[in-house]
């Protein structure tokens, strides 16, 4: 393990899960790399920026948030909708820590600045709060839904803010259906990297999928608030999560000696993230992949690599894992932390087939998110009995890692006979908020126990 630490700047810790050992002919090394942040965040840290970074006035983290709220005329159904969308913003707006930067945009078919306006962001106050609220107040449902010009909108905000910490928070009730697919992917394409963005998807007349996809693309969170009256506390929620964040921009650089070829990087916990083809070249056999902004928190990564065969008895290192943080004026980026991944060839049988404990949970839990997609796919599809075989897996998985919130999920959509061995019946009859749960939420995992 390794330590980044100064006095007053968050602290980042790098520890490798691993069985090292290999058998003859054995290729495959994994490691479970646990990065863990302290001193940042509530414990008031400051950004890592080097010796001229500050805080704002009265304690304010150094962000920028805008809070985008479709306006749709979807939103007028049932009329309660529109009116928990504007109580969740003011929730989330008297959250605001004082002196953050912050907008809200009202997103149709195109987006508008609601408040403060003319391309600006104000900067939060008892004074300022109190008129975005009042903003709030001329919003009504009418238009379509374009969640692309949202994004853009939001990214030509916060691009303006000479700030560490730029974040979205984007609410929808319904299909972006009069902007074209690759429209969002264009916009999300532009806006990665560049701020990170909360999803939520409110009532059941949206698509999981593309809700999913932009917290992915901006390395946020995504969740189903199914009845809109719980708006005001997960905005909230949210909110507190964002203004927690203290560093932005770390990246997870993996360097590779000649010869061994990355299979797959991932996050694993508290998330299942794909981050393989979001590499960014770092220099000879290195690559950056994003892990977005941070607080005091702890996250799981997946590396997987594939080493050149060698004899018993020989030792490699076979990935050099680091934290990076850039330097903002475009100097030598810093080190924060690292940690080693290992090969060890040998001829015990024992060492070489044994099975980390970490590697094997979230080996697991990575399946577990699959088999649930895999088995909602074919459920909607008319494919009963390829929906029975992998959902029952997934009861499966769930029950063995013992990820209780996944497993209730689950036991809304099937009837289980027997976790242990996966023997399940599909329900009859789901409610849509029930299923649509269990998709949106299916790639929480949880840690290994100690």
Excluded at 106 to 122: I, K
Excluded at 389 to 410: F, H, I, M
Aim: net charge negative.
């Amino acid at each position: 393990m390794a330590n980044f630490s100064k006095s007053n700047v968050p602290q980042f810790s790098v520890e490798v899960y691993q069985n090292e050992y290999l058998p003859e002919g054995g290729r495959e090394v994994n490691g479970i790399i646990t990065v863990t942040s302290t001193g940042g965040g509530t414990t008031g840290g400051v950004p890592l920026t080097g010796a001229t970074s500050s805080r704002l006035p009265g304690g304010a983290a150094d962000a920028a948030v805008v809070i985008m709220v479709d306006c749709s005329g979807s939103m007028d159904y049932p009329p309660t909708k529109m009116r928990n969308a504007r109580d969740a913003t003011a929730a989330a707006i008297d959250t605001l820590r004082d002196g953050t930067s912050f907008a809200v945009v009202g997103g149709t078919h195109v987006a508008r600045e609601v408040y403060p306006g003319n391309g600006r962001l104000a900067v939060a106050d008892a004074q300022t709060k109190a008129q975005a609220k009042e903003a709030l107040r001329r919003l009504s449902a009418g238009g379509g839904t374009a969640i692309g010009t949202w994004l853009r909108l939001a990214d030509r905000l916060l691009g303006a803010a000479d700030v560490e910490i730029r974040h979205g928070i984007l609410l929808t009730d319904g299909r972006n259906e009069h902007e074209a697919p690759e429209d969002l992917r264009a916009a999300l394409d532009a806006c990665a990297g560049r701020f990170t963005c909360d999803a939520r998807g409110v009532g059941t007349d949206w698509e999981v999928k593309e809700v999913t996809a932009i917290a992915s693309a901006l390395l946020g969170t995504a969740d189903i608030v199914a009845d809109p009256s719980g708006l005001a506390a997960d905005f909230t929620q949210m909110m507190e999560n964002a203004m927690g964040k203290e560093v932005a921009d770390v990246a997870l650089r993996l360097w590779t000696p000649v010869g061994v070829e990355i299979k797959f990087v991932k996050q694993v916990a508290p998330t299942v993230a794909e981050l393989t083809d979001r590499r960014t070249e770092a220099g000879p056999r290195a690559g950056d992949y994003p892990t977005g902004s941070w607080g005091d928190e702890s996250r799981d990564y997946h590396v997987c690599v594939q080493v050149p065969e060698a004899g018993i008895g020989q030792e490699i290192l076979a990935a050099r894992v680091s934290l990076i943080l850039p330097d903002p004026a475009g100097g030598v980026p810093r080190t924060l932390s690292q940690g080693l991944v290992r090969a060890v060839w040998t001829d015990d049988m024992v060492a070489s087939t044994s099975i980390n404990p970490q590697v094997a949970h979230y080996t697991g839990q990575a399946e577990l998110a699959q088999v649930i997609q895999q088995g909602l796919d074919a459920r909607k599809s008319g494919d009963f009995d390829g929906a029975t075989a992998k959902l029952g897996r997934a009861v499966q998985l769930a029950s063995a890692s013992g990820n209780e919130d996944t497993a209730k999920l689950l036991s809304k959509v099937v009837d289980v006979v027997d976790a242990a061995t996966g023997t399940v019946r599909l329900k009859a009859k789901v409610a849509e908020a029930d299923e649509m749960t269990l998709e949106t939420r299916s790639t929480k995992t949880v840690r290994v126990k100690k």
